[in-house]
């Protein structure tokens, strides 16, 4: 089992950053990805990104490449989520994910979920 919890998540005015923690436990870490969801009011779930615990490579969703950025510290089991230049159409509840193997887009293939973090962007 594997649990993860997420935080950083808060208020914060458009152009503004942000970032999120996902703090994982539960077994060691090795061909493990990480991932972001995000879920707007009213909207489907959507991918923001993932990252590969073991090498780190990354995937970014196109609508967001430039602001958004992920991070890891093997040492502390922990992935970040940086957002910057942030917009109104950010604002969303975040989602971290995991799952063993290799990256996915796919929501359906996590087995693993945080509980989720708000993200409210203001004009």
């Known amino acids: 089992q594997v649990q993860l919890v997420e935080s950083g998540g808060g208020l914060v005015q458009a152009g503004g950053s942000l970032r999120l923690s996902c703090a994982a436990s539960?077994?060691?870490?090795?061909?493990?990805?990480m991932a972001w969801f995000r879920q707007a009011p009213g909207k489907e779930r959507e991918f923001v990104g993932s990252i590969h615990w073991t090498d780190g490579s990354t995937w970014i969703a196109d609508s967001l490449k430039g602001r958004f950025t992920f991070a890891r510290d093997n040492a502390k089991n922990t992935g970040y989520l940086q957002m910057n230049m942030l917009k109104l159409e950010d604002t969303a509840v975040y989602y971290c994910?995991?799952?063993?193997?290799?990256?996915?887009?796919?929501?359906?293939?996590?087995?693993?979920w945080g509980q989720g973090t708000q993200v409210s962007v203001s004009s």
């Open positions: 539960g077994r060691t870490f090795s061909a493990f990805a």
């Open positions: 994910a995991a799952r063993w193997g290799s990256r996915s887009r796919r929501e359906n293939e996590y087995a693993y």
